[in-house]
């Protein structure tokens, strides 16, 4: 009996790479633990950049999406090739979620279903405005602003009264081609940090904390920023499992990520649903649940 395949997909840089960086050792080895735990269930499994034009995507049983951390750069080519490939086989997580993901306004509809998210302006592509004075009527001290569609911190900035009118021109630039968002600053991410946890099917794993190096607020490594194992309290768990059930299907596979908000209450600033990083090199196991609630799925 043959085995039915899995596709991995990913970005072509990824793929057989000659030289290997911390950073691709990483991307790598999470998706190594994937493959394995996958093969364990009965499925092949193989990497495939999203932009292979000359791969069947009608021949995998399921397409997982991995690292396809170039579409914020191609966007409108990720947008038509999704497209083309959704009706062709099982994509998990399922389309819905991940047209619903792809774009940062799906923090709107979170908060309209109770979750706490920093409090968000969405200003629309093609619109002029001041940002000094947007802030100012807000009541806030310091804002960050950032594309709805962007990864790795594109294009994002730590905004206050100094730096206002330097950030207002950088604002109304990429407001001319896309949709933009300002956030209330939140100050614990400085000392506190942002917590990622994993979940799976409603069924947390594990967390990490990540913080930013001094001087800056971005937490990412990209920018030197540094991550740790982190053991979450009931009510952190909680709170993302809650998050992860408001979804609606709830996704087989996601990261929520948080922080405390400056009234000092759990909030989300993102939800990965998409193309998480999932941070299995850190919780072995968790590959394990992430394969069992696939195969469920596809069972």
Same mark, same amino acid.
């Given at each position: 009996? &043959?085995?039915? =395949? ?5 970005? #072509? +840089? ?11 050792? *990483? ?10 735990? =996958? ?6 499994? @193989? ?11 009608? &021949?995998? +049983? ?19 090739? =999704? ?9 998990? $997580? ?10 940062? /306004? ?23 405005? $001041?940002?000094? #004075?947007? %802030?100012?009527? *807000?009541?806030? #001290?310091?804002?960050? @602003? ?19 009118? *330097?950030? $207002? ?10 949709? @933009? ?6 100050? &614990?991410?400085? /000392? ?5 946890? @994993? ?10 904390? +990540? ?29 993302? %499992? /809650?998050?992860?059930? /408001?979804?609606?299907?709830? !996704? ?12 000092? +209450? ?6 990965? %649903?998409?193309? !998480?990083? =999932? ?21």
């Amino acid at each position: 009996m &043959s085995r039915s =395949l899995i596709v991995l997909v990913t970005r #072509q +840089k990824y793929i057989n790479p000659l030289n290997i960086d911390w950073y691709l050792g *990483q991307i790598l080895e999470e998706d190594r633990l994937v493959t394995e735990a =996958l093969e364990k269930k009965g499925f092949d499994v @193989m990497r495939v950049s999203w932009d292979d034009e000359l791969y069947d995507w009608s &021949s995998p +049983k399921a397409v997982i999406f991995r690292a396809v951390w170039d579409y914020f750069e191609r966007i409108q080519e990720f947008k038509n090739w =999704l497209k083309r490939i959704e009706n062709q086989t099982t994509i998990l $997580n399922q389309p819905s979620l991940i047209w619903w993901n792809i774009d940062k /306004s799906y923090l709107h509809d979170l908060e309209a279903k109770g979750v706490n998210i920093p409090p968000t302006l969405f200003i629309k592509k093609g619109t002029t405005v $001041n940002l000094e #004075q947007l %802030i100012r009527d *807000q009541g806030w #001290q310091e804002a960050v @602003m950032k594309p709805n569609i962007a990864g790795t911190a594109r294009e994002t900035y730590r905004v206050d009264s100094s730096n206002a009118t *330097q950030h $207002n021109a950088k604002l109304n630039e990429l407001l001319q081609n896309e949709d @933009m968002l300002v956030q209330a600053f939140q100050d &614990s991410i400085l /000392s506190k940090g942002e917590i990622s946890l @994993m979940v799976f099917g409603g069924t947390y794993t594990h967390a990490i904390r +990540k913080r930013a190096k001094a001087g800056d607020f971005r937490v990412q490594d990209d920018f030197g920023g540094t991550v740790e194992v982190y053991e979450p309290k009931p009510d952190e768990i909680e709170f993302a %499992i /809650s998050v992860m059930r /408001s979804i609606d299907p709830i !996704p087989l596979y996601g990261r929520v990520d948080i922080m405390w908000d400056n009234d000092d +209450k759990l909030s989300v600033s993102e939800v990965e %649903i998409f193309e !998480p990083e =999932l941070w299995f090199r850190n919780h072995h196991p968790a590959a394990e649940v992430f394969a069992r609630k696939i195969t469920e799925y596809l069972n």
